[in-house]
C-alpha cells in the first residue's frame, strides 16, 4: 500500500443505511492523487448526465491526500465534492482545520454519501467503525450548537466534526460546510448537497497514523519548517509586524 493512505475508503447509502467499505490499492492512489484526484474519479465514472444537484442521484464525496494526517505543517486539508447546485458542474472545496486528519487516523482516505435519508442523521465515524445516527434533535441548530451537541451525546471534546446550519438545511445554494467551527468548505454550494441528503454532520474520532516512507526525513522537515516559521514571526514581532528594511533585496 502506498504510504501516505489507509487504503480504504468509506460508501454511505442514505437511503437504505447501508455502509460499505472499498479497498484500493497502489495504481488508484498515484493514478488519482490527493483529495480532489478521489473525488474527481468517482463523480466522474458514477454519475448519470443531467442529475439534479440536490436530488438523492447526486454523491457527496470527503476525501484527503496523503500529506493528511501526516506530521507535517499544514496536514490538515480535505476536500469536499459534488455536482454543484451553483453551477451544475463539478463542484469542489476545501476546508482546514483538523477534521481532514481525523478522517485519516480513524482509517480511511475518503467518505462517499449517497441516496437521501427520509429523517436527518449524522455519521458516528470512531477508529474504523461507522454508524448513522438521529440527528432530529440537531436539525435547525446552528454549527457550533451542532458540535456541543454531538461531542455531549459521546462525552469526548476531541470529537471533529464537520456538519452544516441552517442555510444547508433550507439548501442555500451558496451554503458551507463547517469544520470545527472555523474552517469553511466555501464552494460550490456543497452546503446544500449536504442538506439535500438529510445529513446534518459527519463526526470523526480516530487515534491511528498515517505511515510514511521516511519517518526520520518527515521529522527533520517538520522541524526545519517550524524552526524557520519561528524565526521569521520573532523577526517581525521584534520590528513591529514588519521585516527589517533592506536597500537591497528583490524580493519582499
Known sequence: ????????ILRVNLSDGSISEEAHGDTFYRRYLGGWGIIGYHLLKELEPMIDPLGPENKLIFAAGPITGVPLPG???NAVGAKSPLTGGFGV???????????????FDGLI????????????????????????????????ETQEAIRKE????RIRVACIGPGGENMVLYACIINDLTDAVGRSGLGAVMGSKNLKAV?????????????????EFTRAVTETLGARASRQRSTGGRPPYNPTATSP
Not at 500500500?1 to 480504504?8: D, H, L, Q, R
Open 154 to 157: 459521546h462525552g469526548d471534546d
Open 93 to 107: 472545496g476545501e476546508a482546514g482545520g483538523y477534521w481532514g486528519a481525523e478522517l485519516k487516523h480513524a482509517g
Open 75 to 77: 496536514n490538515g486539508r
Open 1 to 8: 500500500m502506498s504510504k501516505g493512505y489507509t487504503g480504504k
Open 203 to 219: 463526526a470523526v474520532r480516530g487515534t491511528g497514523t498515517v505511515e510514511v516512507a521516511d519517518p526520520e526525513k518527515t521529522r
Open 113 to 144: 454519501f449517497e441516496g437521501r435519508s427520509e429523517d436527518p442523521v449524522y455519521l458516528w465515524l470512531n477508529d474504523g467503525k461507522a454508524e448513522l445516527r438521529d440527528a432530529k434533535s440537531l436539525w435547525g441548530k446552528y454549527t457550533k
